[in-house]
């Protein structure tokens, strides 16, 4: 028997101007998205851009229903519009931000569980890292380079 480690990366950048322009512009995306978030029962409104290979942007927003386990993260919104809008496209980058009506949110809102495992089976398919960044409304920015330092040990089709 043995224990071992397992590490991850992850950048951070302090402030939205330390950002790529590219990713700047995805900030500006997501907090439109964010916008247009329907969480009337948790009151906290998650946006997400995308940034496909072909340049196009795509955006998702958190949409809640009264029968709680039935509404859907925004990361999740975002990626299966950009499945199915265009199915061959690759996800080069992805920004998360997020805002409450009960308080600031100043610290890197991280994607749920269900989520990492959505966004790493269309990384794994694609062949092709995506980059996930995420933040509160303001504050810091986190960075990781792929799904897989997200998620290690990720539930993967290869293993059917
Ligand atoms: N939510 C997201 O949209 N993304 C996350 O990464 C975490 C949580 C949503 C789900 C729910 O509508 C609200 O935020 C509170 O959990």
Redesign the pocket.
């Known amino acids: 028997m043995k224990k071992i480690e397992i590490s991850t990366f992850l950048t951070i950048y302090d402030s939205v101007n330390e950002l790529p322009t590219d990713v700047q512009e995805l900030v500006k995306y997501a907090a439109e998205a964010r916008k247009t978030a329907y969480?009337p029962y948790?009151n906290?409104k998650?946006g997400v851009a995308l940034l496909l290979e072909n340049g196009k942007l795509i955006s998702g927003s958190?949409q809640?229903n009264a029968a709680y386990p039935s509404?859907i993260?925004?990361?999740r919104v975002a990626i299966w519009k950009a499945a199915s809008d265009y199915p061959n496209v690759k996800v080069l980058k992805l920004l998360?931000t997020a805002s409450s009506n009960n308080k600031i949110v100043d610290s890197p809102?991280?994607?749920?569980g269900s989520?990492r495992q959505t966004l790493f089976e269309y990384e794994s398919k694609q062949d092709e890292l995506i980059e996930i960044y995420f933040m509160g409304e303001t504050g810091k920015i986190f960075k990781t380079d792929s799904l897989k330092d997200l998620l290690p040990l990720a539930f993967s089709k290869i293993l059917l």
């Open positions: 969480a948790s906290f998650v958190n809640e509404g993260c925004a990361e998360i809102v991280s994607p749920c989520c």
